[in-house]
């Protein structure tokens, strides 16, 4: 099963995506967690310790192992095969299988086609060919969608908050996504925090979209100001994250019965 996290910046994406992570560790031998978010905070989230975090380079930067992949003079192989070396690149942390992609590089005084087109057949090793769980915690906005690494997805998962701005910004996902055959498209709602809050993104969404609420929570905030191997995730957000994977878990394998 292969899910996308987008969103709008400061929603709590990864938040989220950090979330899901744990639970479906929880229950499965092993989850791959892409950080594709240029910004870099997914190691965190899922509790690999700040100086351990720091010391993951990212894939892109891998210049030896790409060039053994993708071949080492002025052509390279444009789709080389990576699905029985995944693990080199990952870092463990339990039964989590964390990779930190690196930016795409652009422009420049140095042709990093070779880096691109490396990260590219890397995520679609693990979206297509991946048995397990994979979740991909995307960068902010809706760029990443321009450059096509959410192709093979079972589901796109679009966080959202309880403003216009956020709501506008998923709408364009959705619309996006569509454009690259993911059809499956759904909505989490986070930091909820009244009633109203909750009504009003209701009524953004056709019914069934949204897949669950989180409710505002000041002790995630509090987490933030903590180092990540000191804390742990709030059990009400694990809660309420635990019945939205149910909600995923049936919504992919209702999708791929039909």
């Known amino acids: 099963m292969k899910l996308a996290i987008s969103g709008k910046g400061g929603v709590g994406k990864t938040t989220i995506a950090s979330a899901l992570i744990k639970v479906f560790a929880a229950k499965r031998s092993a989850v791959y967690a892409i950080d594709a978010d240029p910004d870099a905070c997914l190691a965190s989230g899922i509790g690999i310790p700040d100086q351990e975090a720091q010391s993951i380079k990212p894939v892109v930067d891998m210049r030896d192992l790409i060039r ?9 192989v444009l789709n080389p095969k990576l699905d029985d070396a995944v693990e080199e690149y990952c870092y463990r942390h339990g039964n989590v299988w964390f990779l930190r ?3 795409v590089k652009k422009g420049g005084s140095e042709c990093y086609c070779r880096e691109n087109t490396f990260l590219h057949a890397l995520i679609s090793s693990l979206l297509l ?3 397990e769980v994979v979740v991909m915690d995307m960068g902010a906005g809706i760029e990443h969608l321009t450059r096509g690494t959410a192709k093979g997805v079972d589901m796109m998962l679009v966080v959202v908050e309880p403003t216009k701005n956020s709501i ?12 690259l055959g993911i059809k499956n498209v759904k909505i ?5 925090a009244s009633e109203k809050q909750k009504q009003f993104i209701a009524k953004s969404f056709p019914d069934g979209d949204v897949l669950g609420f989180i409710p505002f929570n000041d ?3 509090a987490n933030t100001m903590e180092s990540p191997d000191k804390v742990e995730s709030g059990r009400e957000l694990l809660d309420q994250i635990e019945n939205v994977c149910q909600k995923i878990e049936k919504e992919v394998g209702d999708l791929r019965r039909d």
């Open 219 to 221: 002790i995630l905030w």
């Open 168 to 179: 506008n910004t998923a709408h364009r996902v959705q619309e996006m996504a569509g454009d």
């Open 101 to 103: 992609m690196g930016d």
């Open 68 to 76: 053994s992949k993708s071949g080492g003079g002025a052509f390279y």
């Open 188 to 192: 989490i709602a986070n930091k909820i």
């Open 129 to 131: 060919d991946k048995g």
